[in-house]
């Protein structure tokens, strides 16, 4: 039975990849993509992992993948840059199961530390880039891309955006409906899956080739459409800021993108010689716009909409105004807003984390900082944290520190639990390895907080609910040649206090286990 119902992106992605016969999910939480595993999870039939990483995920995707069966990867923008490495060779090698990872980025940097633009990725590496424009298409694109994925022998790109991630819109499902997971023989002969450079230099040959069948395929696909309305100004666009153009510029023409890469030249083209004026518009960086203007196609894009943040309706609007002259009515402008009160970001009343940095405040610590909740120790009233600038880096940033010269007992690293299985382990490994003196502190609350309370590998639970190896951090620490492990409350202050200080005394490698349950989890 057909029936309709409102979904997030993220929700409708996972029906998708339920519907187009995807077995196996994995990936790491990252805001804005963790609720697509979260909701995968629940249908039958399929299996879906929280992997240590989201380089680990990509990896072993590519195993299910090769064992023949349809697969997912789920991660945020900045962790397609830990599996980078895997991305690149895999467009070598293709696949046998088809292979879609779902890239998810944040313009506007709502839940995150930088503002990138992952459309260039699928440029780089000569892969299909695909990007919905609500609800309904992030389900059904996903179909597409599978086939899309088989059909090239490629992994493809699946870009959405916070918007589509988070925003609800209608979509049609069949309550009926029951998943088949279609599965091909295990076959891996060594010269397509072997990247020495014997077999690399021809596949790369082999790469360039499915490129230029790509760009026939994508001139015909039903992924992009055209709304010719009026023949005076016509738009070019994709993803979430379709809904933004229809809303700001009705009744006009719009060529809208669901697969960016390649982009279909000849379509675009003769869509531009139907309109007298021709724009694009895009969130982040002038991907769209670059590439028509390298083709000789005439266009306005940067020149008007802003090239930082997230665009909105009012963004576009008001932009078109200021460069153009055209003055567009805004639908509210009658209607008066209430402006609701900024509320700043703090750790929550009852987290552990405040008292390992009323400690680190009070001693006057530098602080060598990381992703997770803990990194809001960075504001008042704490003030107590220096560093944030990519997954797993603040025991290096410490450690670096320290090489430059500063004396190790004035500088500290702090590491969630989560992070540290994610990427943390090699920063010790390193210090131990090359005899740092740097004091690092795990902040346990035994879970992967910051994006929802998904477990992690040192937690003792899977995502599809089962119990399983609580990995013992202590011991992994111990084996790892760490000098002095030990483990406290972190809400006794006064003796975390001294502990510090007696650790920051000592030399070699010391770790202290800050270990407090997350207050959300209760």
């Not at 995968?40 to 380089?55: C, D, L, M, R, T």
């Not at 789920?74 to 397609?80: C, E, R, W």
Request: charged share 25%; hydrophobic share 40%.
């Amino acid at each position: 039975m057909k029936q309709r119902t409102l979904m997030s992106g993220d929700e409708a992605i996972a029906r998708g990849a339920y519907e187009a016969g995807i077995y196996a999910g994995f990936g790491y939480p990252g805001t804005p993509s963790t609720e697509i595993l979260e909701n995968f999870a629940q249908y039958k039939g399929i299996y879906a992992e929280w992997s240590i990483n989201e380089k680990v995920a990509l990896e072993a995707a590519t195993g299910a993948s090769l064992g023949g069966v349809r697969t997912m990867v789920t991660m945020k923008h900045v962790g397609l840059n830990v599996a980078l490495d895997a991305y690149m060779t895999l467009a070598y090698t293709g696949i046998n199961g088809g292979l879609v990872v779902v890239c998810a980025d944040d313009p506007g940097m709502h839940s995150s530390q930088n503002e990138q633009d992952n459309r260039y990725i699928g440029k780089f590496s000569y892969t299909p880039v695909i990007e919905p424009s609500d609800s309904r298409e992030a389900k059904d694109f996903i179909k597409d891309a599978v086939e899309i994925s088989e059909k090239f022998d490629l992994p493809v790109l699946y870009r959405i955006t916070t918007r589509i991630a988070h925003s609800k819109s209608v979509v049609e499902i069949d309550t009926d409906f029951k998943a088949e997971f279609p599965k091909k023989k295990l076959d891996v002969p060594w010269e397509k899956y072997v990247m020495m450079p014997l077999n690399a230099k021809k596949k790369r040959v082999q790469l360039v080739d499915k490129y230029q069948k790509m760009k026939a395929f994508v001139e015909t696909t039903k992924l992009n459409t055209e709304e010719l309305l009026s023949d005076d100004m016509g738009f070019i666009t994709s993803g979430d800021v379709y809904q933004y153009v229809k809303e700001v510029f009705p009744g006009k023409s719009i060529l809208k993108l669901g697969m960016l890469n390649p982009l279909p030249i000849q379509k675009i083209k003769a869509f531009a010689s139907k309109v007298k004026k021709l724009y694009v518009v895009e969130e982040l960086e002038p991907y769209i716009e670059d590439i028509l203007k390298a083709e000789g196609i005439k266009l306005e894009g940067k020149s008007i909409f802003p090239l930082i943040d997230e665009l909105t309706p009012d963004i576009i609007r008001d932009s078109f105004n200021k460069a153009t002259g055209v003055p567009l009515r805004h639908p509210t402008s009658d209607v008066r807003h209430t402006v609701v009160p900024s509320r700043p970001p703090s750790l929550c009343a009852d987290c552990g984390h405040r008292g390992v940095f009323k400690v680190l405040s009070e001693l006057g610590l530098t602080v060598a900082g990381d992703i997770g909740c803990y990194t809001l120790g960075a504001l008042p009233p704490f003030s107590a944290l220096h560093t944030c600038i990519d997954m797993g880096a603040a025991i290096n940033h410490a450690y670096g520190i320290e090489k430059a010269g500063e004396p190790s007992d004035k500088v500290v690293a702090v590491i969630g639990d989560s992070t540290f299985m994610h990427s943390g382990i090699t920063g010790i490994a390193n210090m131990v390895y090359n005899g740092g003196n740097t004091l690092t502190i795990i902040l346990d609350n035994r879970t992967t907080a910051m994006t929802g309370r998904q477990p992690h590998a040192a937690a003792g639970k899977t995502l599809m609910g089962k119990e399983t190896n609580n990995i013992n951090l202590e011991k992994l620490l111990e084996g790892l040649g760490v000098t002095k492990v030990a483990v406290i409350d972190p809400f006794e202050s006064k003796k975390l206090r001294e502990l510090v200080v007696e650790y920051l005394a000592q030399n070699g490698v010391r770790v202290i286990i800050a270990r407090r349950e997350c207050a959300l989890l209760k």
